[in-house]
């Protein structure tokens, strides 16, 4: 009876499964950690050689690699672990434990090939004791809480760690063991045992570098605004993948949980309805007054009285007045068809199917308690409702996509080892939200926002954005106060649509609120970066006849690499006199021409096509910070040719 109490089943913890970026690279991985001693009883000392020489060197070993080579006066030969081992082996003892902290997979490694442990569990008594994993972020906080958070390393709480727990966590195994002295206990392996089964991994969407690029962006925005949060999405617009999804700080997703009034950037859904619908027409004039209107008993205003303008300068302009009247005046006595319209863009229920905690929209109708005269032109410009920065971000990538509404999505696969057991397609939740012709009208006005309009201040990018601006202001205490969130919700290249993103602000303080101020610059800032790091948005030139060129072009060069590589594709070369830096083109009759170049000062260059140590000998010299990915000539680089250098500039050239 005494014996049954000492057996006992001892759990084995499963591997977790990892959590990858798009292309493979691992964001979250569990890393094992175990417990090793030896059982004596099971030692077999005729196997070895010499048995006390080889036990006498692993107590060395021991000493040397776990206990930082120290021994005392007692034990100058290093041979504590020795006595030890011989003492059990004379007293018949079944356990002694080696190291006292854990060792992790890599260092296990490296003992099972060390005296008499290389010799396993049956004949050289090792025992090895799984004894937890423990999660580790190699990006450490990037995309932390979309990621996810563990307790205790294991359960999934928050993000995909929590929404595909099963699925990562796996199964743990048994075995029987049996107590023995001391406190520990040997494994009875005759008996059998189950082994774990380890999780499964789990591929996103995510890109590391476009990550990067946004969680960059929004920090720094927070940070110099003294904002509470910050957030932002960055969607592929054909395929609706997520590509990357910043929190800031890391606390909270906003992104998808966080239920916002959108203010102003929702007015490109009341403008949708009406060019829809077919009452209103771009060029169509409308009055907004002295710029103030009242509905039932709320006034709305605009900054300033803009009287009778086209519709177009209405949304770039961003005239409450001219929406809330509009809307008012073509739906008030269709209301139906207005919520139609808002849950046909996505506004009816959590738009992601994969990641849980996303809250419906709320939208008050005209049936529910609440619902007054005001409440329809309220709505319109994006007050009394409710809904999340990536509800936000789904319509307006809808609109990019020429109306077809994508579902969101953020796991792509999920794998067993590199079998592929589920995989994630692109999901069309509607086909046509609007007429084709409606959504692209649309991008039309979105352009006209940030050529003449409140995001005029981003027009001189380098990259054709469209988007609109929004500044709302917050609910404390049932009361509207001078607390306010800035957005900014966009699409480049605007004239073709390759990345939606949407930026949140919230409550910024250090002295502009506005969304054209706070959060406009941060979707250029993304954008331009996106643009210079994505191959597929930087086309090769083409010549007359339609062909690509195959010889790269426009890049400077150092003038000697420039003559021999041109010439050593059997170019004919022009070459002018100049400067040790040249720009390669093309003259009209198809000649390469190597013109003089002296890089602007104070601006990143164009590197791509240099060799890397020519990038990194010419950014240097401009007191450029550079890192180096990959081996070869430069593909693509971090920072937009043009990007002012400041102190400390760094730059990451991605070679290939």
């Given at each position: 009876?005494?014996?049954?109490?000492?057996?006992?089943?001892?759990?084995?913890?499963?591997?977790?499964?990892?959590?990858?970026?798009?292309?493979?690279?691992?964001?979250?991985?569990?890393?094992?950690?175990?417990?090793?001693?030896?059982?004596?009883?099971?030692?077999?000392?005729?196997?070895?050689?010499?048995?006390?020489?080889?036990?006498?060197?692993?107590?060395?070993?021991?000493i040397?690699?776990?206990?930082?080579?120290?021994?005392?006066?007692?034990?100058?030969?290093?041979?504590?672990?020795?006595?030890?081992?011989?003492?059990?082996?004379?007293?018949?003892?079944?356990y002694?434990?080696?190291?006292?902290?854990?060792?992790?997979?890599?260092?296990?490694?490296?003992i099972?090939?060390?005296?008499?442990?290389?010799a396993?569990?049956?004949?050289?008594?090792?025992?090895?004791?799984?004894?937890?994993?423990?999660?580790?972020?190699?990006?450490?906080?990037?995309?932390?809480?979309?990621?996810?958070?563990?307790?205790?390393?294991?359960?999934?709480i928050?993000?995909?760690?929590?929404?595909?727990?099963?699925?990562?966590?796996?199964?743990?195994?048994?075995?029987?063991?049996?107590?023995?002295?001391?406190?520990?206990?040997?494994?009875?392996?005759?008996?059998?045992?189950?082994?774990?089964?380890?999780?499964?991994?789990?591929?996103?969407?995510?890109?590391?570098?476009?990550?990067?690029?946004?969680?960059?962006?929004?920090?720094?925005?927070?940070?110099?605004?003294?904002?509470?949060?910050?957030?932002?999405?960055?969607?592929?617009?054909?395929?609706?993948?997520?590509?990357?999804?910043?929190n800031?700080?890391?606390e909270y997703?906003?992104?998808?949980?966080?239920?916002?009034?959108?203010?102003s950037?929702?007015?490109?859904?009341?403008?949708?309805?009406?060019?829809?619908?077919?009452?209103?027409?771009?060029?169509?004039?409308?009055?907004?007054?002295?710029?103030?209107?009242?509905f039932?008993?709320?006034?709305?205003?605009?900054?300033?009285?803009y009287?009778?303008?086209?519709?177009?300068?209405?949304?770039?302009?961003?005239?409450?007045?001219?929406?809330?009247?509009?809307?008012?005046?073509?739906?008030?006595?269709?209301?139906?068809?207005?919520?139609?319209?808002?849950?046909?863009?996505?506004?009816?229920?959590?738009?992601?199917?994969?990641?849980?905690?996303?809250?419906?929209?709320k939208?008050?109708?005209?049936?529910?308690?609440?619902?007054?005269?005001?409440?329809?032109?309220?709505?319109?410009?994006?007050?009394?409702?409710?809904?999340?920065?990536?509800?936000?971000?789904?319509?307006?990538?809808?609109?990019?996509?020429?109306?077809?509404?994508?579902?969101?999505?953020?796991?792509?696969?999920?794998?067993?080892?590199?079998?592929?057991?589920?995989?994630?397609?692109?999901?069309?939740?509607?086909?046509?939200?609007?007429?084709?012709?409606?959504?692209?009208?649309?991008?039309?006005?979105?352009?006209?926002?940030v050529?003449?309009?409140?995001?005029?201040?981003?027009?001189?990018?380098?990259?054709?954005?469209?988007?609109?601006?929004?500044?709302?202001?917050?609910?404390?205490?049932?009361?509207?106060?001078?607390?306010?969130?800035?957005?900014?919700?966009?699409?480049?290249?605007?004239?073709?649509?390759?990345?939606?993103?949407y930026?949140?602000?919230?409550?910024?303080?250090?002295?502009?609120?506005?969304?054209?101020?706070?959060?406009?610059?941060?979707?250029?800032?993304?954008?331009?970066?996106?643009?210079?790091?994505?191959?597929?948005?930087?086309?090769?030139?083409?010549?007359?006849?339609?062909?690509?060129?195959?010889?790269?072009?426009?890049?400077?060069?150092?003038?000697?690499?420039?003559?021999?590589?041109?010439?050593?594709?059997?170019?004919?070369?022009?070459?002018?006199?100049?400067?040790?830096?040249?720009?390669?083109?093309?003259?009209?009759?198809?000649?390469?021409?190597?013109?003089?170049?002296?890089?602007?000062?104070?601006?990143?260059?164009?590197?791509?096509?240099?060799?890397?140590?020519?990038?990194?000998?010419?950014?240097?010299?401009?007191?450029?910070?550079?890192?180096l990915?990959?081996?070869?000539?430069?593909?693509?680089?971090?920072?937009?040719?043009?990007?002012?250098?400041?102190?400390?500039?760094?730059?990451?050239?991605?070679?290939?």
């Amino acid at each position: 009876m005494e014996v049954e109490k000492k057996v006992f089943f001892k759990k084995v913890i499963a591997d977790r499964g990892n959590i990858l970026a798009e292309d493979g690279t691992i964001l979250a991985t569990s890393l094992p950690f175990y417990q090793i001693g030896m059982d004596p009883s099971v030692i077999d000392t005729t196997y070895f050689e010499n048995f006390t020489d080889s036990l006498s060197i692993l107590s060395n070993k021991l000493i040397d690699y776990f206990e930082g080579g120290q021994r005392d006066s007692t034990d100058s030969l290093g041979l504590k672990h020795y006595h030890r081992v011989m003492g059990a082996l004379a007293k018949g003892r079944q356990y002694v434990g080696l190291i006292r902290k854990p060792i992790n997979y890599q260092q296990l490694q490296m003992i099972k090939e060390w005296p008499i442990l290389n010799a396993g569990r049956l004949k050289g008594g090792f025992v090895v004791d799984k004894i937890h994993n423990k999660r580790f972020f190699p990006f450490e906080k990037m995309g932390r809480i979309t990621l996810g958070l563990l307790k205790d390393d294991t359960l999934g709480i928050r993000g995909i760690e929590y929404s595909y727990n099963k699925e990562l966590r796996g199964k743990d195994g048994f075995f029987l063991a049996q107590k023995i002295a001391g406190g520990s206990y040997i494994p009875l392996d005759k008996y059998g045992s189950e082994d774990a089964v380890d999780g499964k991994d789990i591929v996103t969407t995510l890109d590391v570098n476009l990550q990067d690029i946004v969680e960059t962006s929004v920090k720094k925005a927070v940070e110099k605004h003294e904002a509470k949060f910050g957030t932002a999405i960055l969607i592929e617009v054909n395929t609706g993948k997520i590509k990357a999804i910043a929190n800031y700080p890391e606390e909270y997703n906003h992104a998808i949980a966080t239920q916002i009034e959108p203010g102003s950037t929702f007015k490109l859904a009341s403008a949708v309805a009406l060019l829809d619908k077919g009452v209103v027409k771009a060029t169509d004039t409308i009055d907004t007054g002295q710029g103030f209107i009242e509905f039932d008993d709320k006034k709305i205003r605009d900054d300033f009285a803009y009287g009778k303008i086209p519709f177009s300068t209405v949304l770039a302009k961003s005239s409450n007045v001219g929406i809330s009247k509009t809307v008012n005046h073509y739906f008030k006595d269709s209301i139906n068809q207005f919520y139609t319209y808002l849950d046909n863009f996505g506004f009816k229920g959590p738009i992601n199917s994969q990641i849980d905690g996303e809250p419906a929209p709320k939208i008050i109708r005209k049936k529910d308690e609440g619902w007054n005269l005001a409440t329809l032109p309220s709505m319109s410009i994006g007050y009394s409702l409710n809904v999340t920065p990536l509800q936000m971000a789904a319509f307006y990538n809808a609109i990019a996509n020429d109306g077809r509404l994508m579902q969101p999505y953020l796991v792509k696969e999920i794998r067993d080892n590199s079998k592929v057991i589920q995989s994630y397609s692109p999901v069309v939740l509607n086909k046509q939200v609007c007429k084709k012709e409606t959504a692209q009208k649309v991008k039309e006005l979105l352009r006209g926002v940030v050529d003449f309009g409140t995001a005029k201040n981003i027009k001189d990018s380098r990259v054709l954005l469209a988007g609109k601006t929004g500044t709302a202001r917050k609910i404390v205490d049932g009361e509207y106060q001078q607390i306010h969130q800035a957005s900014f919700a966009g699409f480049f290249p605007a004239d073709n649509p390759r990345y939606t993103c949407y930026v949140l602000i919230d409550e910024p303080s250090a002295g502009e609120i506005y969304g054209s101020q706070v959060a406009a610059p941060i979707f250029k800032e993304i954008a331009e970066q996106v643009y210079a790091m994505d191959v597929n948005l930087s086309e090769e030139p083409k010549l007359d006849s339609g062909k690509t060129v195959e010889t790269p072009l426009l890049y400077v060069m150092s003038r000697a690499s420039a003559e021999q590589v041109y010439r050593g594709l059997g170019e004919e070369l022009g070459t002018l006199e100049g400067n040790k830096w040249v720009h390669v083109a093309r003259d009209t009759g198809n000649q390469v021409i190597l013109a003089p170049c002296e890089p602007q000062p104070n601006r990143i260059p164009d590197v791509r096509g240099m060799s890397a140590r020519e990038a990194l000998v010419l950014l240097e010299r401009m007191g450029v910070l550079v890192r180096l990915k990959g081996h070869g000539h430069v593909k693509r680089q971090s920072l937009l040719p043009g990007y002012k250098i400041g102190k400390r500039t760094t730059i990451t050239l991605f070679l290939g």
